[in-house]
């Protein structure tokens, strides 16, 4: 393992990422990535400065975030799906300096930076109207650095399912180019990633987890195939393909590819495959098991969050005997504390907080980040759950998804696994609203699986169905249906939305 640029000299025509009918080779990555990163200097741009990339899943990114990675910096991939509040938020709050976009983002940058309160240098990779067009600048600079090259770090942003995102700041030690991320090692030691790995990416490349991933494949010299946007069927067709080997999915993903018939499904050879992994959100463990029962033991998990404190890992065979864990720690030591900060019994659910794993700041908030720790140094993300008496750890749900209604903690994953089961449902969530009784309210939205016609005969069969598998508490009170529960692309879902549509809706009602 080491930096793109070893790969680039021993097997220059390597491809190192497909993205549609677009191929790239190693020897064109990092000679893009050079001429970037000398673009930067010729603008002022320093190790330990910020550079955000506003783009979708297209040509271009890489070279950015390679470039930037190369340069000691700070850089920031803001989702394409924020709106110009949010975006501007970010570049104003992480202190960005130079921003990249594209032709088809041009408006929605220009729209942000209107509204943030000091210059930012903004590059089209495309052209993209007013904008600076990134692409004769960058061919006019040299393919060798101009000045010292160390070893950058992401800087992320929480998804913002609760509020406003928050910048996640690591460590910036500048070590030398080639210098491995923690993630990396532990990605081959786990599934085998390797010079041979071929990783399909079907996720938003902002998202922490995939940038990481394909950023890993490139240090091994693997190759990255890079859905745009993510379809279950074309998924198939590229591991077909391209003979993946690995691929991180989130579970929503999952789903869809099981809502495809067993024909279709079994007409892909899939042989290749070494490993299917998955995490970002809660797995109901019949999905698990069917993925498993479909493609073999090579089905795993693993847990962690943004900020970075903890990792665990669950594998196939693991997973069928501990269903609904995310498994046992790999970094980190998973404490589970009570209201009170004391570790609470074997089963007992509580918030996880994690002693060792790696540091973090949440970036211009020092309250959040005190807050984060205890008299103990150790630290928690705000995610709820418990562990059994070997070790296994089992989410529940974020502190502020939970439900407490007549003074009963009551977490909405239990009865969105029992949903998700029934063969009308494609997705479906489980929130909480304000109730003059009960402080608050057991209330679902499910999207149907096609072909299915919403009825109150519906509603009523899927409450009995949670009734029969559920304590009553449990159990949503009513039921509605919508053609598409709110998502961010990385499949986390946005119950603050929820709430708000149908408090809203309550209101009205009225």
């Known amino acids: 393992m080491s930096f793109p640029d070893v790969h680039a000299d021993q097997r220059p025509d390597r491809i190192a990422y497909i993205v549609g009918e677009h191929v790239v080779t190693y020897r064109e990555l990092v000679d893009s990535s050079i001429r970037i990163a000398n673009l930067l200097r010729v603008y002022g741009v320093q190790a330990g400065d910020v550079v955000a990339f506003l783009l979708p899943n297209r040509p271009g990114i890489f070279e950015v975030s390679w470039a930037c990675q190369r340069s000691g910096l700070r850089y920031v991939a803001v989702s394409t799906h924020l709106n110009a509040a949010d975006i501007a ?9 130079v921003l990249f976009t594209c032709a088809d983002l041009a408006a929605l940058a220009q729209d942000a930076l209107a509204r943030v309160n000091r210059k930012v240098m903004t590059f089209s990779l495309d052209g993209g109207g007013v904008l600076t067009d990134a692409r004769p600048l960058i061919r006019a600079q040299p393919a060798e650095p101009t000045g010292e090259e160390r070893e950058g770090t992401d800087l992320l942003y929480s998804s913002g399912t609760t509020g406003r995102p928050k910048g996640i700041i690591a460590d910036l030690p500048l070590p030398p180019l080639g210098t491995p991320p923690g993630v990396a090692p532990w990605l081959a030691a786990t599934w085998g990633f390797d010079d041979e790995t071929v990783y399909l990416s079907p996720a938003p490349l902002y998202h922490a987890g995939p940038m990481r991933f394909c ?31 690995h691929t991180q999915m989130v579970p929503t993903m999952l789903v869809r590819l099981l809502q495809l018939d067993d024909a279709e499904r079994s007409s892909y050879d899939l042989s290749s495959l070494r490993a299917v992994i998955h995490a970002a959100a809660p797995c109901p463990p019949t999905v698990k098991r069917q993925m498993i029962e479909w493609l073999g033991p090579i089905v795993d998990e693993y847990y962690s969050c943004t900020e970075n404190i ?25 404490h589970i504390l009570d209201d009170g900060g004391q570790e609470v019994p074997t089963g007992t659910v509580g918030t996880i907080w994690a002693e060792g794993g790696f540091d973090f700041t949440y970036l211009n908030d020092p309250d959040k980040t005190a807050s984060s720790r205890n008299e103990r140094g150790w630290r928690t993300a705000g995610d709820v759950g418990c562990m059994d008496s070997e070790g296994y750890l089992y989410l529940s749900d974020r502190r502020s998804d939970l439900i407490i209604a007549g003074g009963v903690n009551i977490y909405p994953q239990e009865a969105e696994n029992v949903l998700i089961d029934h063969p009308s449902v494609l997705d479906v969530a489980v929130f909480g609203v304000p109730d003059p009784e009960l402080g608050e309210r057991v209330t679902g939205v499910v999207q149907l699986a096609a072909g299915v016609e919403a009825s109150e005969q519906l509603e009523q069969e899927l409450l009995a169905w949670c009734h029969d598998r559920l304590s009553k508490f449990k159990c949503p009170r009513n039921i509605t249906f919508t053609e598409a529960l709110p998502r961010t692309p990385t499949g986390k879902l946005l119950r603050r939305v929820l709430r708000e549509r149908e408090t809203e809706g309550s209101r009205t009602r009225r």
């Open 89 to 97: 938020y970010i570049i104003q709050d992480s202190g960005t300096a």
């Open 310 to 334: 903890v990792l665990t890992v669950i594998k196939s065979s693991d997973a069928l005997t501990h269903p609904g864990s995310v498994g046992r720690a790999v970094v980190g030591t998973v």
């Open 215 to 245: 950023h890993t494949v490139h240090r091994f010299g693997g190759t990255v195939v890079v859905m745009e946007r993510f379809d279950a069927r074309h998924a198939l067709e590229l591991m077909q393909r391209h003979s993946v080997t």
